[in-house]
C-alpha cells in the first residue's frame, strides 16, 4: 500500500479545477494508493512519464488532454508526493 502527500497548497487548486479532472484524479489516487505508480502504467489513458530538464526526478500523468498532475515517489518507503496539478501549456 502506497502513501500520497499532496502539496498544501493543491487543495485550492483541486476545488477550481472541473468536475472531470477532479474524478481522474481521485481514479489516479485510488490506483496509486493500490498498485503504486507502475499500476498507472497499465492504464493507457494516464500516459505517466518521466520529467526532463528542470523536473528531472518527478514524474507527470495525464489526468485528460489538457490537465496534468506532477508528483515524485520515495521507492524505499513507499510514498508518493503530488506537487501539482496544471494545465499544460501548447
Known sequence: MWIIYEKKSLGK???KIPLQVRKHYEL???IVELEGPQGLRQVKGFHDES???QWKGYRSS???LQW???YRTEKHLC???VIEINPHQY
Open 79 to 81: 510514498e508518493v508526493y
Open 51 to 53: 520529467l526532463s530538464g
Open 62 to 64: 495525464r489526468l485528460n
Open 13 to 15: 487548486t483541486i476545488k
Open 28 to 30: 489516479w489516487k485510488r
Open 68 to 70: 496534468r498532475i506532477i
